[in-house]
Every structure is written in structure tokens, then in C-alpha cells.
């Protein structure tokens, strides 16, 4: 199988939405090209659904499903005969490369990367599934603001308390066994004090209990830019709903958000962090790939799991005596 053929396969997955021709990112012909920037200097991507870089014709044997190019994922690609990365967030020269351009670095190891974003939301209602309700309503612009994404949804029949939800994520996320593994690695290390990001943030009730029931779900993300007003503004729209399940990002319990649910006398539920994104839209797109791949096509994915460790508590003697020794050498400026 070659490199333009994958190309094929994601457009056919995205129902056409991949750039098959490199003017098109010059044009507003492709919708998905698009522009992220939040006006820091130097810092805007512009998102092309599909090839980014590599040789149309090079053949590929073995494909990695990521969520974020890193160079901790192109070492990885080099090291296991990954000959192609799919990554599911947009990509920038440098930023995810570890910095340093990117083609030279792909063209060392023959990988060839993709990526698939915009171009992969929305075509399929997975993070409601996930989180237990059916959308009724969906906004991608509520308010007026691009991106600011609202649902509305009825929970499925086997969900019927804000407790349902939190069991359904921690059966899906398999929580136990992510417990078990950061269990080990702490005792591993002596450090009781480790975490990671696949078990810091869990599901939280925020307001209500477990046995709260659920039948009507404002599903929002708080990063997007949704407001208490939008909130006010949602619940007049649809008197019915019960529940806020935020999602992807999150708030805490002091926040205006929180308050302003409590007064309209809503539960409050935390879903999965963006962390655990890489089930929620990396196994499908896997999957998807599994079903239009030739079957000696091997798939893997690439699981993000960032570790927190206290200072004091990092590397080994070794390299803690390094560390200070560079440190006293070099890194501090007595100079006036
Ligand atoms: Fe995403
Ligand atoms: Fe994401």
C-alpha cells in the first residue's frame, strides 16, 4: 500500500473532506482548511486535513493512530517501523517536532505524517455516546461564537442518575486498571506524590449526588467559551434540561458556571479530560482504518500518558548530580 493511497481511504472515512490538491489550502474551497489562531504572534497553524509530509508513492506497512505529533511519537515511529503517523491534532513545523523542522526529521526516519481534525469532528456522535445521552440539539456556533459547541440530549435508557454516567465513563476508560498502573509506578519510584494524566482528572459530581436522576443533558466545553448567560440563555431554550456534563475541559465548583447552575437548580457533572481524547476519536479512527486497510497492514496506536513528579523526586542520583552540576556551572548569572 502507498502513501496517496491512504490519503484515499481518510477522504473516504470524512465523506471527502481531505485536500487532495495543495492549491485547494489557498482557496476557501476546502471548509476544513482552516486557520487556528488566537492572535499571539508567530503562534497560528493552518489545519490541512490529510498529507502533511511524506512521498505519495512510498509504500507503508505499518501505521500509528496518535492524538498530538510529538517527537517523543516520531522517535517512537523510527524505532517500531512505523512507516505513517495519524495524527488526530493539527501540526506545525517545529512545535511538533521537537523543534526542529519537520521534513528533515521525517525524511531521516521515512515516516510519512497526516493529519485529521475538523475534518473528524463531527462525523460521528461518539462524545455523547461516551458520556450516556443522544443529541437532540447540536450547536456549533451557540451564541454567535465559532466553535462554542452545545448539545442537548436525552440520556440513554440504561443512564438514569448523574452515578450511571460516572460508572459508564469508569467502565469504558478502564479506570481500574489505570489506577492499578499509576499504583505501581508510584510504589516503583517511592513517590507517593506521582500522578498522570490519564488518573488525576476522573468524572466528579460537581452538583447533585449520585442517585440524582438524569434525563435531559446540556453537554458543553468549557473552553470553547460557553457562558453562565449561554447557560441561562440554553435552559429558557429547553426547559427540560436537568444536567450540565462539561466535558474536554472543565471548571471547578466556585466558578460563575458552577454558581449559575446551582441557582437554575441543575446537577453539575465533569466528564472525560481532553487526556483521554485518544478513546474517544483515535480508537474509531483506528478502527475505521482497520476496515478500509488491506489486513497486512498493521495499526497501532500511540497512548499519550504525561507523568507528574515532584522535583526532588525525579531521575536518578546520577542525573540529579548532573542537574545541579550543569546548574552551579552554567545556568546561574552572577554577573550584574
Ligand atoms: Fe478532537
Ligand atoms: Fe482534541
Redesign the pocket.
Known amino acids: 500500500m502507498k502513501v496517496k493511497e491512504l490519503i484515499k481511504v481518510l477522504d473516504d472515512i470524512t465523506g471527502g473532506r481531505v485536500v487532495k490538491d495543495l492549491s485547494d489550502i489557498f482557496t476557501d474551497k476546502n471548509p476544513f482548511v482552516v486557520m487556528k489562531s488566537s492572535n499571539i504572534p508567530g503562534k497560528s497553524v493552518m489545519e490541512t486535513p490529510g498529507l502533511v509530509y511524506g512521498n505519495p508513492e512510498a509504500e507503508i506497512k505499518k501505521i500509528a493512530v496518535t492524538m498530538t505529533l510529538t517527537e517523543g511519537n516520531i522517535e517512537l515511529a523510527g524505532a517500531t517501523g512505523v512507516d505513517a503517523i495519524v495524527a488526530?491534532?493539527p501540526i506545525a513545523d517545529a512545535a511538533n517536532s521537537g523543534g526542529v523542522t519537520l521534513s528533515y526529521y521525517l525524511r531521516l526516519y521515512n515516516v510519512a505524517v497526516f493529519e485529521l481534525?475538523e475534518a473528524?469532528?463531527g462525523l460521528h456522535p461518539g462524545i455523547s455516546y461516551i458520556h450516556g445521552h443522544k443529541p437532540f440539539r447540536v450547536d456549533i456556533r451557540y451564541g454567535g461564537i465559532p466553535g462554542n459547541i452545545l448539545y442537548v440530549g436525552k440520556a440513554l435508557d440504561e443512564v438514569k442518575t448523574l452515578g450511571d454516567i460516572l460508572d459508564r465513563l469508569n467502565k469504558m476508560m478502564d479506570m481500574d486498571k489505570e489506577h492499578q498502573v499509576m499504583s505501581v509506578e508510584r510504589k516503583h519510584f517511592s513517590c507517593d506524590e506521582m500522578k498522570d494524566s490519564a488518573t488525576a482528572l476522573q468524572g466528579e459530581i460537581l452538583l447533585g449526588t449520585a442517585d440524582s436522576p438524569v434525563n435531559t443533558i446540556l453537554h458543553m466545553f468549557p473552553h470553547t467559551g460557553f457562558t453562565p448567560e449561554h447557560l441561562v440563555n440554553a435552559k429558557n431554550e429547553h426547559p427540560e434540561i436537568d444536567t450540565v456534563l462539561a466535558t474536554i475541559s472543565r471548571v471547578d465548583k466556585d466558578s460563575d458556571l458552577v454558581k449559575k447552575a446551582k441557582e437554575l437548580g441543575l446537577n453539575f457533572i465533569c466528564g472525560n479530560s481532553h487526556a483521554l481524547?485518544i478513546f474517544e476519536?483515535g480508537l474509531p479512527l483506528a478502527y475505521a482504518l482497520r476496515h478500509y486497510l488491506p489486513k497486512d497492514i498493521e495499526i497501532v496506536i500511540f497512548r499519550e500518558r504525561i507523568c507528574s513528579i515532584p522535583l526532588k523526586d525525579f531521575g536518578s542520583p546520577n542525573i540529579k548530580e548532573y542537574a545541579k552540576y550543569i546548574t552551579d556551572n552554567y545556568l546561574i548569572n552572577n554577573k550584574k
Do not use: C, K, P
Open positions: 488526530h491534532h481534525h473528524f469532528h481524547e476519536n
